[in-house]
């Protein structure tokens, strides 16, 4: 079991930056990839951004490239996301997950966190 508590989601104005952490916890050995998803109202959850278990190779969805960083910590207790120039657009609930495959798959991550919410005002 993998547990992931996500912090840092706050009201912003467009063109704003905020860093999202997730920490982790559990038994770890099969997760491949730590991932950001995102669900606005609604709208169906997409992947954001995704590190996979080497903590160097990273993907991003076309929305957000140049914009957010992800990042892990040296320990792998921890996940960033690092969002700058932020949008309207960008207004979600931000959720931390860990999965055994490097995707944007939902399906491909049977952990989640409870989510942090991220609104951008114009």
């Known amino acids: 079991q993998v547990e992931l508590v996500e912090s840092g989601g706050d009201s912003v104005q467009t063109g704003g930056s905020l860093r999202l952490s997730c920490a982790v916890s559990?038994?770890?050995?099969?997760?491949?990839?730590m991932g950001w998803f995102r669900q606005a109202p609604g709208k169906q959850r997409e992947g954001v951004a995704a590190v996979y278990s080497d903590g160097i190779n990273t993907m991003y969805a076309d929305p957000v490239k140049g914009r957010f960083t992800i990042s892990q910590d040296a320990g792998k207790n921890a996940v960033f996301l690092l969002m700058n120039s932020l949008k309207p657009e960008d207004t979600a609930m931000y959720y931390c997950?860990?999965?055994?495959?490097?995707?944007?798959?939902?399906?491909?991550?049977?952990?989640w966190g409870q989510g942090t919410q991220v609104t951008v005002s114009s």
């Open positions: 997950a860990a999965g055994r495959r490097w995707t944007f798959r939902t399906d491909d991550y049977p952990y």
């Open positions: 559990g038994d770890t050995g099969s997760v491949r990839s």
